[in-house]
């Protein structure tokens, strides 16, 4: 069974750093997709960035120029390197891999558990 760990998250003050992490274990032909999300109290999940298996990215507006994934396909990880980090950060993130099983041709998708950040004033 695929799964997801992820790790990275804390405290941190505005204006600081961190790196999210996210490594898969399982089966995995391919992985079409990573993504990484996230879901503050009292509001719903939104996309954060995605890079696609040709090496597409895309982000929010409001992490755009601050935020930055990146893979390693041969470690199944996903990272995510924010920087300059707001209060308005501050949530919980998950990690996202849309993935092709060995001997299928239909997608899967896997979630992380969730890593929260939270970035002080």
């Known amino acids: 069974q695929v799964r997801l760990v992820e790790s990275g998250g804390g405290l941190v003050q505005a204006g600081g750093s961190l790196r999210l992490s996210c490594a898969a274990s399982g089966s995995i032909f391919s992985i079409n997709a990573m993504g990484w999300y996230r879901q503050a109290p009292g509001k719903q999940r939104e996309l954060v960035a995605i890079i696609t298996s040709g090496g597409n990215t895309n982000y929010a507006d409001s992490v755009k120029g601050r935020f930055t994934i990146s893979r390693d396909n041969a470690k199944k990880t996903v990272y995510l390197q924010m920087n300059s980090l707001k209060p308005e950060d501050t949530s919980v993130y998950y990690c996202?891999?849309?993935?092709?099983?060995?001997?299928?041709?239909?997608?899967?998708?896997?979630w992380g558990q969730g890593t929260l950040v939270t970035v002080s004033s």
């Open positions: 996202n891999f849309d993935y092709t099983r060995y001997f299928y041709s239909d997608s899967l998708e896997v």
